[in-house]
């Protein structure tokens, strides 16, 4: 596609249930970010992965939050036990390769966890 | 830790004035640093970048000034526009992981 596709764009769950969200990003980029924002904040890292590297998961708040990237291309961002303070927006973002800083985002997936 | 901050978290100005938006850093290792505005219900837009080996880089319309000395970034808008309203965030990449994030100014231009 012309952009970063991300799905949902919101979604409503109750507290302990398994979510997960998806991110399409600009075909031929082969590096993928996944940050997240609570309102009026600014964007905390997540992970990262750049082509067939092992990913950089430093930024992950805890075990129940985990993501992969299937074929170098879609990724998904699994949170299990969802938990309220996991209620935020979470942005994916993908750039053409580790050496260029432009990075494109996505809308973001709103994540409201009852 | 590393970080990346900013020191005001809201700017207003006049349109036609011109914006100066400012970011500290503390990661000397930075090999870039960027300049992204967020504009309501949006993801991230990349404005400008600047190498860290630079202390001037110029685009259309901004500037960004790096004062390694100081560990200080800037951005400069001139002749703000109502459409330059936004979050905007300075961010640090150094190359082995993803960009950093600073937690923003909120830019108001005033009709």
């Known amino acids: 596609g012309a952009g970063v596709s991300q799905s949902p764009s919101n979604k409503v769950t109750e507290k302990g249930k398994d979510v997960e969200l998806r991110c399409d990003p600009i075909?031929?980029?082969?590096?993928l970010y996944w940050y997240r924002q609570s309102l009026g904040q600014g964007l905390e890292f997540l992970i990262y992965?750049?082509?067939?590297?092992?990913?950089?998961k430093s930024g992950l708040p805890s075990d129940r939050f985990s993501a992969e990237r299937t074929g170098g291309s879609v990724s998904t961002l699994t949170i299990q036990r969802t938990q309220q303070e996991d209620s935020a927006v979470y942005l994916c973002?993908?750039?053409?390769?580790?050496?260029?800083?432009?990075?494109?985002f996505g809308q973001g997936t709103r994540l409201t966890v009852v | 830790g590393e970080s990346v901050g900013l020191h005001l978290p809201t700017l207003s100005v006049q349109e036609g004035d011109n914006s100066i938006i400012n970011c500290a850093y503390s990661?000397?290792?930075?090999?870039?640093f960027i300049w992204y505005k967020q504009e309501s219900g949006k993801g991230p837009q990349f404005i400008i970048d600047?190498?860290?080996?630079?202390d001037k880089r110029q685009g259309q319309r901004v500037t960004v000034l790096l004062n390694k000395t100081v560990k200080h970034l800037s951005l400069q808008i001139a002749a703000t526009q109502p459409g330059d309203s936004a979050v905007y965030f300075c961010?640090?990449?150094?190359?082995?992981?993803?960009?950093?994030f600073g937690s923003g100014t909120r830019l108001q231009v005033q009709p």
């Open positions: 973002a993908s750039s053409r390769d580790r050496a260029n800083t432009e990075a494109f």
């Open positions: 075909s031929g980029h082969t590096a």
């Open positions: 992965f750049q082509g067939n590297s092992a990913p950089d």
């Open positions: 990661n000397s290792a930075s090999d870039y």
């Open positions: 600047i190498r860290s080996n630079m």
């Open positions: 961010a640090e990449y150094t190359g082995r992981r993803a960009l950093t």
